[in-house]
Structure formats: C-alpha cells, structure tokens
T-cell receptor, first 113, second 115 residues
Framework: GAGVSQSPSNKVTEKGKDVELRCDPI?????LYWYRQSLGQGLEFLIY????????KSGLPSDRFSAERTGGSVSTLTIQRTQQEDSAVYLC???????????FGPGTRLTVL | DQQVKQNSPSLSVQEGRISILNCDYT??????FLWYKKYPAEGPTFLIS?????DKNEDGRFTVFLNKSAKHLSLHIVPSQPGDSAVYFC??????????????FGQGTILTVHP
C-alpha cells in the first residue's frame, strides 16, 4: 500500500527565495504533522492538522513559515525568504487520530545557499 | 529546554550482544513514550511504545523499560543484529496525558552493530 510521500526529495535554493514542500499522507489519515531535523539534532515539531480543526502552529519558528492542508489530504509547507538556518530535512507524518503511531515520509532535504 | 534527552550520541555493539539505548525526560506530564528507528534517507518508523501504567513492554527482540520516578526509559535489543544499525529516537506526545498528538523527540542515538 502507499505510504506517506513527499516532494521534492531534495531542494537547493538561494537565500531569500521562497520554497514549497509537498506532503501526500496515507489515505484516510485525518492527522498530518510536519517536523524538521537539522544537522545533528532530533526532530522538531512544526505544525499539525487534525480533520477540520484549526491547525496547531505552535512549532513554526517564524512567520516566514506557513502550511495549509487542502481537502483534508495533501499539505504544503511554504517557507518565504529562506535563510541558511532553514537548511534541514523536512519530514511529514500522518496518523489516524487517537492513534499513537505516526507514519513518516522520506523527507525533503532543503539546502539554502 | 530539551524535554526529552538522549545523552549518548552513538553506541557500538557486537552482533548477538545486547544493545541498551537510554532516554531521559523532564516533563512529568509525559505519560506515554515511543521509540522510532531511522535509516539514512528514510523517514522514522515506529518501533515500540510504553504507557506510564506499565514499567515494561516487550515485542520480540525489543523491550522498553520505564522508570517513572527517575524519568528514565531504555530500549533493549537482544540479540542485536547488523540490520539494527540505525538512528534511534525516543519521543513523547506533547499533549500531556495522551498517547497521541505532536511528538517531542530526543536528539537520537546512532546504533552500530558489528558482525
């Protein structure tokens, strides 16, 4: 069966440019999460969506970061005016709500030059 | 403030021996814990979990122990196999009192199992 997919797998951009990262969750999963892993660090929570509820944006590091989830399925994480410190692997996960097991995608490696 | 800590960045063991990965936490509201395993260029995969009402949970070669008074948990892998070589993360749901929701992760421990 299809797992969580993310695109692109790698993204190299110049400082100051905007980027969009895409996540396709497992069909039927109502909860969707974004995390990022910087070099040598653990996973850092960014934002999560649950059904039609307002997203929990408490982990977004600045107002340059935003995310949306359309139709309760696909999600896009947008980073505006990228900075070098935004370089990281961005991971998306989905789960059935109330279920502790989150299924992760392979991640998007973002490099800001 | 690092609420979940894995103080050993790496661990090296011989095939067939026991691997013990440790994790400490500071938030007393955490009462459910998960271990994830991550191979290079892949996303983390769920391995095993434990609720605070238990002090041990076993699944095949993997056992997780929880010491609530010490705010400490450990993952034991017996016997270790070369295919277990990966980064291991412990994590806790951040909602406090739930077993689901956004996770707070430790920094990870790189396990290398030598043949």
């Amino acid at each position: 069966g299809a797992g969580v997919s993310q695109s692109p797998s790698n993204k190299v951009t110049e400082k100051g440019k905007d980027v969009e990262l895409r996540c396709d969750p497992i069909s039927g999963h109502t909860a969707l999460y974004w995390y990022r892993q910087s070099l040598g660090q653990g996973l850092e929570f960014l934002i999560y969506f649950q059904g039609n509820s307002a997203p929990d944006k408490s982990g977004l590091p600045s107002d340059r970061f935003s995310a949306e989830r359309t139709g309760g399925s696909v999600s896009t994480l947008t980073i505006q005016r990228t900075q070098q410190e935004d370089s990281a692997v961005y991971l998306c996960a989905s789960s059935l709500w109330g279920n502790n097991e989150q299924f992760f995608g392979p991640g998007t490696r973002l490099t800001v030059l | 403030d690092q609420q979940v800590k894995q103080n050993s960045p790496s661990l090296s063991v011989q095939e067939g021996r026991i691997s013990i990965l440790n994790c400490d936490y500071t938030n007393s509201m955490f009462d459910y814990f998960l271990w994830y395993k991550k191979y290079p260029a892949e996303g983390p995969t769920f391995l095993i979990s434990i609720s605070s009402i238990k002090d041990k949970n076993e699944d095949g070669r993997f056992t997780v122990f929880l010491n609530k008074s010490a705010k400490h948990l450990s993952l034991h892998i017996v016997p270790s196999q070369p295919g277990d070589s990966a980064v291991y993360f412990c994590a806790a749901p951040d909602a406090g009192g739930t077993s689901y929701g956004k996770l707070t992760f430790g920094q990870g421990t790189i396990l290398t199992v030598h043949p």
